[in-house]
């Protein structure tokens, strides 16, 4: 028979995974979610994961108790960049888990925009790192992949979490607007949005008012959500040191995988069996649609966009190198990790 669930009982178990958070009752909403689940799903997000009744606990009543943390990293990016590829191949037991895009976070930014203050999301942060923290098998670490809609908590959660390390992952310029392009309007749609939240932020400093943004085109608009990331990456190599944080571009990432693995294994100290790991599905696989895919395909769906939207790429890449430059600001960052 199975045991009854109590709320220790959920607290302590890691397949109990906190997924959402309520405000206004302070509640955290934890949904059973096996292993095999995790693997499977692109994010965890209700639109991959199976149906379930989610738990509502009190915060306090699951932080009292909750087990001692396993050691955590991050992977803060930029968007099309390869993110969820890195998370999947943090997913080996018995040495590290990947959590893709946890909506737990997306819910403190979410509450931020409905006028949350810092003073209020600062512990509920604390405390939902320490959730999603949770070792899945004993000494293995947690690897998180927010969604990049949490960039604007970054810095908090490195401030809070001393011993935790982060890469910085994003898309040259060029081949983040051929991204969005071959999206078509839902890719333009995206860009918007994301503009807008970044607004809600304060994450925007370039001197542009709402008006100016309303004159630009979408992929002008997709550069500047671009280099608001990059300039918020730019802080926190300053905030932190490139002992703590390391960035990587998705041309460099592909180009040497096995190269770039090992680095990153480094920084978070986390001993993966490199070879293994880029033998296997992370790697070779299409991380959202499960479709065979690799370095070279990849390749191809960067010329593709360039070939259709070229013109329109090229144009908007030295406009936003010129207001980069305006506002002194470099498009290369610091702390590689290759170097």
Known sequence: MNAPLTISGIARDPLWFPHRYDPGQDTVHFRRIER?????????TDEYLSAGEPMAIKRGEAMAAVPAAAPLHFIFHS???????????????????GLKEPVLLNDLVGWQYRGGTAAAIAPVLDDGLALLARPFAPGEAVVIKPSNLVNGLAP????????????????????????????????????????????RQGLHRFGFSGEDYLGQTDLQIAAMGWLVQQVLFAQMIEDFGPGRVA???SETLMADPAHALRALTALFGVPLDVAAVIAGPAFTTHSKFGNDFDAAARDAEVR???????????????????????????L????????
């Open 36 to 44: 095999s689940e995790h693997r499977a799903a692109t994010f965890l």
């Open 79 to 97: 968007a099309f960049c390869c993110s969820t590829l890195l998370a999947r191949a943090f997913d080996a037991p018995g040495v590290a888990m």
């Open 156 to 199: 908090a959660m490195l401030t809070m979490r001393p011993q935790a390390r982060a890469l910085l992952l994003f898309a040259p310029l060029r081949t983040y607007l051929g991204s969005v392009a071959k999206k078509g309007m839902t890719g333009r749609l995206w860009v918007r949005d994301l503009l807008v939240k970044q607004l």
């Open 247 to 249: 960035t990587l571009d």
């Open 304 to 330: 593709a966009a360039a070939d259709v939207h070229g013109d329109e790429i090229g144009k908007v890449a030295i406009w936003a190198e010129a207001v980069a430059a305006s506002a002194g600001r470099s």
């Open 332 to 339: 290369v960052l610091d702390a590689p990790l290759i170097g």
